[in-house]
């Protein structure tokens, strides 16, 4: 395993991030449902290194405390107040050197990368190894390098050094190979390399970069291109991350369908990447699934529908409706205009309809709630039919109170269940009725609401 000479993993998060123009830290945003910041991490830390530490600056409590929750090892390092990621290298080394392997190797990522995957890593890792430099940048060559460090090699193609965009001369802005700000260095190499940064540059910030120029003239210094670009592509602004989110979008959209599943136009579809669908289920345009929403065969989302943390099983139907931590069973048809709330479990075969709201339902198979209906902290049992218009009162201002509606129960339109109630099996309620009392099994209730009639009326001012 090339990883075991890995002791730590180092990621520079203590950037403000200007560009974003934000009062979140950049490493904060999102894309695809997961921070930049947990997704650099998630990568960095499958490799197993010694340690994992973060270097945080920026908002540094709010940072700082996003790494614990999800790494409850990680080492927060401080970066003081003098800029540039050479400086918070120069600070996490200060802090970490006693815990290190001095023959060990350390990785240092920037987290401003959402797409950084493990692969990536070690691939460039292999490369440090195989080769035996005493530092190795990941390079990758892009069409628009334009914002990056460029890599200036010598004749032999040998990494020279790194010159920022902002202090490059015209021919060094024609590189088109760019730093992708990840780098490997061997321990005693780091120590040294860090040693003399200065800041005498466009932007009066210490750079990582430089290193490379002082770690060349104590050994080696290679390069490992990505293979792949997108995983490498850093965020400075909300544009970039508009790209990069569609341009991952694109590419989970085409994995799945690839792989079975409809999508009609990935070009409306937003799928994170911890949704798994079946073959054969149809996304159609305009939908959005995200969290841990799983989808089964033969089920058609969509269009318009949000999903999120769902369960939808096979053959069920959701149109124009939004969805949140709720199981819906086979062939169940959901929507159009449905909201359904967290802690659902909607059975196979039932409907919930157009305008209808369900908040901690348990509809069990067969159940319908076809239209314009709030149903809310309720069981109700199966084969069960509720009229279009009916209520759930489940508060009472203090207390979310239960409903209990039995099965082959018909409910009339309009009715309001005032809970705590409970409806007993093959019951029938009139149209209209206020439910306050218990009904018992296959009686019919109504609650009259007396109808007056006023003969030959016109309004006054008709009068
Ligand atoms: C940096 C590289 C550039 C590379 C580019 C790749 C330097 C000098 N430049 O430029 O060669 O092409 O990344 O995206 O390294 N950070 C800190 N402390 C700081 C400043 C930054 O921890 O004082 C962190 C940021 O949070 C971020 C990362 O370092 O995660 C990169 O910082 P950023 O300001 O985005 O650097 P770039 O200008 O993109
Ligand atoms: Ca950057």
Not at 168 to 177: D, P, Q, S
Request: hydrophobic share 35%; aromatic share 4%.
């Amino acid at each position: 395993m090339p990883e075991s000479g890995l002791t730590a993993g180092i990621i520079l998060a203590a950037g403000e991030g200007t560009r974003m123009r934000s009062s979140l830290p950049k490493v904060l945003h999102k894309l695809a449902g997961r921070t930049f910041l947990e997704r650099v991490m998630a990568s960095v830390t499958a490799l197993d290194p010694g340690l994992t530490a973060v270097v945080v600056h920026f908002q540094a409590e709010k940072v700082a405390e996003a790494a614990r929750s999800y790494d409850g090892q990680v080492r927060i390092v401080q970066q003081d107040d003098c800029p540039g990621t050479g400086r918070a290298v120069q600070c996490a080394m200060d802090q970490l050197r006693q815990s290190l392997d001095p023959n060990g190797y350390v990785l240092i990522a920037a987290s401003d990368m959402p797409l950084l995957d493990t692969d990536t890593l070690r691939g460039l890792i292999d490369h440090h190894v195989r080769t035996g430099d005493g530092a190795t940048v990941l390079t990758a060559n892009l069409d628009d390098p334009t914002g990056y460090g460029r890599i200036i090699r010598d004749q032999d193609g040998r990494v020279l050094r790194i010159v920022e965009q902002k202090d490059a001369t015209g021919t060094e802005l024609a590189v088109k190979e760019v730093n992708t700000s990840v780098y490997v260095f061997d321990v005693d190499v780091l120590c040294q390399a860090i040693r003399g940064l200065r800041d005498s540059n466009a932007q009066g910030e210490f750079y990582l970069t430089d290193a490379l120029e002082v770690a060349r003239q104590s050994g080696t210094v290679g390069a490992f291109t990505a293979p792949d670009p997108l995983s490498v592509e850093g965020v400075n602004d909300r544009v970039q991350l508009a790209v990069l989110a569609k341009d991952h979008n694109i590419r989970v959209c085409h994995e799945l369908m690839r792989s079975g599943v409809t999508i009609l136009d990935p070009a409306t579809t937003w799928i994170e990447d911890d949704v798994s669908i079946e073959p054969d289920a149809t996304i159609l345009p305009g939908c959005l699934l995200q969290g841990h929403t799983a989808i089964s065969a033969d089920a058609v989302i969509g269009p318009y529908t949000t999903l999120i943390d769902a369960t939808i099983d096979q053959g069920a139907t959701v149109e124009r409706s939004r969805i949140q931590e709720t199981h819906i069973g086979a062939r169940a048809s959901i929507g159009p205009w449905t909201y359904l709330r967290p802690g659902n479990d909607l059975a196979e075969d039932t409907k919930a309809g157009a305008f209808v709201e369900m908040k901690k339902a348990h509809i069990d198979h067969g159940t319908k709630v076809p239209h314009l209906s709030y149903v809310g902290d309720t069981h109700i049992g199966h084969d069960s039919n509720v009229g279009g218009g009916t209520i759930t009162a489940n508060y009472d201002g203090v207390h979310k109170n239960r409903t209990e509606i039995g099965s082959g129960v018909h409910v009339g339109a309009g009715n309001l269940f005032v809970a705590p109630v409970q409806v007993g099996d093959e019951a029938t309620t009139g149209a209209g009725s206020v439910i306050r009392h218990q009904v018992p099994e296959g009686a019919m209730v109504y609650s009259t609401n007396d109808q007056h009639t006023v003969g030959d009326w016109k309004p006054e001012w008709e009068r």
